[in-house]
Nanobody
Framework: QVELVESGGDLVQPGGSLRLTCVAS????????MSWYRQAPGKERERVAL???????NVAESLKGRFSISGDNAQNTAWLQMNDLQPEDTAVYFC??????????????WGQGTRVTVSS
């Protein structure tokens, strides 16, 4: 079983920055990718950024220049740096990870989410 724990969500004023952290733990043999998604009230969940081995990243086109993803594979950790936050960035942000467990099975796990609110 692989668990993900997100942290770093907060209330921030427009133009502010936040850094979200996702830590994966459990029976991980290969951590193939870690991603950040977000879901705003009344909207579908959308992918924000993706980090794959060996360190390739992809950020949603509309967020490039403001958001970035990075990670430390040895620590099974991914970060989402969010700059110049705007009210439309308000959402619950979820971490997703997939890979192979120590027993050889595949996993695709989600965290519980961390809330980001952008408001003056």
């Amino acid at each position: 079983q692989v668990e993900l724990v997100e942290s770093g969500g907060d209330l921030v004023q427009p133009g502010g920055s936040l850094r979200l952290t996702c830590v994966a733990s459990g029976s991980i043999f290969i951590l193939a990718s870690m991603s950040w998604y977000r879901q705003a009230p009344g909207k579908e969940r959308e992918r924000v950024a993706l980090l794959t081995r060996p360190g390739k990243t992809n950020v949603a086109e509309s967020l490039k220049g403001r958001f970035s993803i990075s990670g430390d594979n040895a620590q099974n950790t991914a970060w989402l740096q969010m700059n110049d936050l705007q009210p439309e960035d308000t959402a619950v942000y979820f971490c997703n990870a997939n890979g192979v467990t120590a027993r050889g099975g595949e996993f695709d796990s989600w965290g519980q989410g961390t809330r980001v609110t952008v408001s003056s």
